[in-house]
């Protein structure tokens, strides 16, 4: 089993310029989440979903988006990329039915 | 509003002593709390677990110490092994929340051989 895999590692974007993180699961768990750590500092929830069609505003939310359609599915689009988006974006999964939530590895975001 | 805190962002310890770090929190609606290990360039992992009920959970090398009165909790590593080194955050979840994490800011363990 992979877990939670994140793609890309690293990624580039000049100041407005749009791109998708891309998060899938084979854990078969319910509930997902978004989190951006800056450096620092910790981890910041940004969006969650506990279930397939349902989304939710987390901690900083402005300037994201998220859609679930499969439960192992869970992407993040940046639309309009700002240099206050450069961060460390985590995924992780949780199956709801207890508090330990599974990390993916991470997507290193620079805006320019 | 920082409601998790993590006031000390580094810790060095031998290897073989004990290994102390400390966590406040100030949403007394915080139920569960949490421990995650962090290495570079990887995910967290979940380290250790405590539910406000209890005082204190121990798993092998680790023990989690809870202090509801004063809204404080401590991991404890002993004995402190060199490939404990890594950055540990503490999580708070509160009832109802669909399990939202809030995290400390970590504390940068280095334990020294």
């Not at chain 1, 993180?21 to 989190?35: A, E, G, I, K, V």
């Not at chain 2, 007394?28 to 405590?50: N, Q, R, V």
Request: proline share 5%; with cysteine.
């Amino acid at each position: 089993n992979a877990g939670v895999t994140q793609t890309p590692k690293f990624r580039i974007l000049k100041i407005g310029q749009s791109m998708t993180l891309q998060c899938t699961q084979d854990m078969n768990h319910n509930y997902m989440y978004w989190y951006r750590q800056d450096p620092g500092m910790g981890l910041k929830l940004i969006y969650y979903s506990v279930g397939a069609g349902i989304t939710d505003k987390g901690e900083v939310p402005n300037g994201y988006n998220v859609s679930r359609s499969t439960t192992e599915d869970f992407p993040l689009r940046l639309e309009l990329a700002a240099p206050s988006q450069t961060s460390v974006y985590f995924c992780a999964t949780g199956t709801g039915g207890s508090y330990e939530q599974y990390f993916g590895p991470g997507t290193r975001l620079t805006v320019t | 509003d920082q409601q998790v805190k993590q006031n000390s962002p580094s810790l060095s310890v031998q290897e073989g002593r004990i290994s102390i770090l400390n966590c406040d929190y100030t949403n007394s609606m915080f139920d569960y709390f949490l421990w995650y290990k962090k290495y570079p360039a990887e995910g967290p992992t979940f380290l250790i677990s405590i539910s406000s009920i209890k005082d204190k959970n121990e798993d092998g090398r680790f023990t989690v110490f809870l202090n509801k009165s004063a809204k404080h909790l401590s991991l404890h590593i002993v004995p402190s092994q060199p490939g404990d080194s890594a950055v540990y955050f503490c999580a708070a979840s509160a009832q109802g929340s669909a399990r939202q994490l809030t995290f400390g800011s970590g504390t940068q363990l280095t334990v020294l051989p």
